[in-house]
Every structure is written in structure tokens, then in C-alpha cells.
């Protein structure tokens, strides 16, 4: 397995823990009604969108774990078990990167002087 190849599946391992930690280790929902709160407040949305988006978030984030839990099966099936041991190590490596950079590999302080989204807040 090259090292590009790699990357890419760890990130995709990643993704579900990404999805179900929120922001500074909250739940999915916790990050799910900040969320929502946001794009009520900035959208106008009434209480029955927000119920509904409500739906639509839980939907897909129920879709992305069993894709994760297939995907891992899949993998299983093609690595050797030493390939597996060192798999999970760089996962492992990965996911603690990720914590120490505020999930989205981005350097907390650098997210706060930035404002939501990278973008510049003047």
C-alpha cells in the first residue's frame, strides 16, 4: 500500500470520528443543535425546517456509519494481519493529530483569531 493510499484511508476512518465528535469533544447532537442554531438564526428558519434539517442530519450521519462499518470490513478482508496491526497504529497516530488540532486539522487558536470558517472577521 503506498503512502497516498494510506492517507486516504485513514482520513476515511477518520471522517466518522470527525462526524460524531463536535466541537471540543462534544456529541454529534451537541455539534448537530449548535449547528442548527446557526444556520436558524442566519437563515430565518422556521421551527418545522429546523425540525426537518433535523432529520435530514440524523439520516445521513446514520448512513455515514454504516458506510464506515462496511468500508472497515472491506479492508479487513484485503490486509494481511500485520498490515491490519500497523493500519490501526496510523489510525491511532491520525486521530490524535486531529484531537491536538481541533478535529479539522486546524490549529484551534488559528480558528479563533479567524473566526468560524477560516475566515477573516474584521
Do not use: Y
Not at 72 to 97: G, S, T
Request: proline content about 2%.
Amino acid at each position: 500500500m503506498n503512502t497516498f493510499t494510506k492517507w486516504i484511508a485513514t482520513g476515511l476512518l477518520t471522517l466518522p470520528l470527525i462526524a460524531t465528535a463536535g466541537p471540543h469533544g462534544n456529541s454529534m447532537e451537541g455539534h448537530m443543535d449548535k449547528r442548527l442554531d446557526r444556520m436558524k438564526s442566519h437563515l430565518e428558519l422556521t421551527d418545522e425546517q429546523v425540525q426537518e434539517l433535523r432529520g435530514v442530519f440524523d439520516e445521513h450521519h446514520e448512513k455515514m456509519q454504516s458506510l464506515h462499518e462496511s468500508m472497515q470490513e472491506d479492508m479487513r478482508e484485503i490486509l494481511n494481519p500485520e498490515q491490519q496491526e500497523k493500519f490501526a497504529e496510523m489510525h491511532k497516530e491520525r486521530v490524535e493529530m486531529m484531537k491536538e488540532k481541533g478535529h479539522m486539522g486546524h490549529d484551534r487558536n488559528d480558528r479563533d483569531k479567524k473566526g468560524e470558517h477560516g475566515k477573516n472577521h474584521h
